[in-house]
């Protein structure tokens, strides 16, 4: 079996940076380094091989641990160290670690493996609760996270996969399908995916799209279907934004942390302070309020979690020297001191 080294070819480095991303990605920080992570499997078909090579060997592997033989290996390392195990149970735990070994990164298989996610029908909507972030699977395979307050309405046919996003936002991991195409439409763009990763927003401003894997290609929804010229084409790492802010462009490079939203994470680089209150009180029925409108125009930058308001209330106060108030209905009002 062909593993990666520990030399210094193009392909042992490669190897050892797939290895070193496949570990990373399934960390508890890998939200917050998928923008990156895109970037580099994208910048490279080199890249892209390698780390799936590794995803085979994870599965494979995951295979064995459930099999009868791999059974009895866990039952023994719990009775006896690894050193007194017999011949045949040394040779396993060898194949097991040989198949998840990248340039020195070794990844151990775990049995409680992700959290089961809700599967909804080809034509039933969905819908999150304010503060609510869920995973649901579509009748074809394809995972969408809902953020908070967000709903969508799938509307599968035998000849297209079109999902509206009719609040909020989506990210949609799509499963590949040859033939028929995977469209989301909201506020009257319709975005056309070709088997990747992307978020789609529906604010105040309109539609905004992130894509963090493979192409897609956004249009009016008035030219139907896939015909028509787009109004945008996105690679990884980009970001098309409805109504962009003056002096930027329509299609630009997205912002760091701009994908930490499954994690319940904000990330704001020089936002307004209005803007961050208005996206942090989507997720609490408890909301924060400016108590004077010289605030507003405040730039904020960081990352932090949106709940819980009271929290992040403090945080915002002591980021400008102000006061936090509490009113009858459990609001946070910001005053300047």
């Not at 939200?31 to 992570?37: A, N, Y």
């Not at 995803?55 to 050193?83: C, I, K, M, T």
Request: avoid cysteine; proline fraction near 5%.
């Amino acid at each position: 079996m062909a593993l990666f080294g520990g030399g210094n070819s193009a392909a042992d480095v490669t190897g050892r940076e797939a290895s070193a991303w496949f570990a990373r990605m399934r960390g508890s920080d890998a939200e917050m380094s998928r923008l990156e992570f895109e970037r580099w499997r994208a910048s490279d078909p080199r890249n892209r091989a390698a780390y799936t090579r590794i995803e085979r060997r994870w599965q494979l592997a995951a295979g064995l641990a459930g099999s009868p033989l791999a059974q009895e290996h866990l039952a023994a390392v719990n009775r006896r160290p690894f050193y007194a195990m017999s011949g045949p149970r040394v040779a396993f735990a060898s194949v097991i670690v040989a198949l998840l070994i990248g340039g020195g990164a070794v990844f151990l298989w775990r049995g409680d493996g992700p959290r089961p996610v809700a599967v909804a029908q080809a034509s039933t909507p969905f819908a999150t609760r304010v503060g609510e972030i869920r995973t649901m699977r579509l009748a074809d395979g394809t995972t969408v996270t809902l953020d908070t307050d967000s709903a969508i309405e799938p509307m599968f046919t035998g000849q297209v996969r079109l999902v509206r996003l009719s609040r909020g936002r989506a990210r949609f991991d799509v499963a590949h399908e040859a033939g028929r195409p995977f469209m989301v439409e909201a506020a009257g763009r319709t975005i056309i995916d070709r088997g990747t990763l992307f978020d789609v927003v529906l604010g105040r401003e309109g539609v905004k799209v992130v894509l963090l894997r493979g192409a897609i290609e956004i249009r009016d929804r008035k030219a139907h279907g896939t015909g028509g010229a787009p109004i945008a084409r996105l690679v990884p790492g980009q970001v098309f934004a409805d109504a962009p802010a003056a002096g930027v462009a329509q299609v630009s490079a997205a912002p760091g942390g701009s994908d930490q939203w499954v994690r319940g994470m904000l990330s704001f680089d020089g936002a307004p302070l209005e803007d961050v209150v208005a996206a942090a009180n989507r997720y609490s029925a408890h909301k924060i309020r400016l108590g004077e409108p010289a605030l507003a125009g405040l730039r904020v930058t960081g990352t932090f979690h949106a709940t819980p308001t009271d929290a992040l209330a403090a945080i915002l106060a002591a980021t400008f020297n102000l006061r936090v108030e509490h009113d009858a209905q459990g609001d946070f009002i910001l005053h300047a001191r």
